[in-house]
């Protein structure tokens, strides 16, 4: 089994920055592609951006590229989402998730953490 737990959301002003981190335990961390989505209320979760097992490769929505970055530290078991030049519109529970490869489809992933909020005023 594996546990994933995020940390990092909060209340930032538009244009601001947050660091979102997601610890992960259980299996061999560095086994698993990694993925953050977001779910605003009323809507579909949607990808964000997605970091393939070694790190070497990355996809971001179009939404967030140039603003969102993730990465990946396998010695720390832990992957991060750096988010700047935030928007009200970014504003949403963020999940991470660990998969067996780079997806962008939420039902491709296996193990889900439990979501942190990020809310962006304008």
């Known amino acids: 089994q594996v546990q994933l737990v995020e940390s990092g959301g909060g209340l930032v002003q538009a244009g601001g920055s947050l660091r979102l981190s997601c610890a992960v335990s259980?299996?061999?961390?560095?086994?698993?592609?990694m993925g953050w989505f977001r779910q605003a209320p009323g809507k579909e979760r949607e990808f964000v951006a997605a970091?393939?097992?070694?790190?070497?490769?990355?996809a971001h929505a179009d939404s967030v590229k140039g603003r969102f970055t993730i990465s990946k530290d396998n010695a720390k078991n832990s992957v991060y989402l750096q988010m700047n030049m935030l928007k009200p519109e970014d504003t949403a529970v963020y999940y991470c998730?660990?998969?067996?490869?780079?997806?962008?489809?939420?039902?491709?992933?296996?193990?889900w953490g439990q979501g942190t909020q990020v809310t962006v005023s304008s």
């Open positions: 259980g299996r061999t961390f560095r086994n698993y592609a």
């Open positions: 970091i393939s097992w070694s790190g070497g490769s990355t």
């Open positions: 998730a660990a998969g067996a490869a780079l997806y962008i489809r939420a039902i491709q992933y296996d193990y």
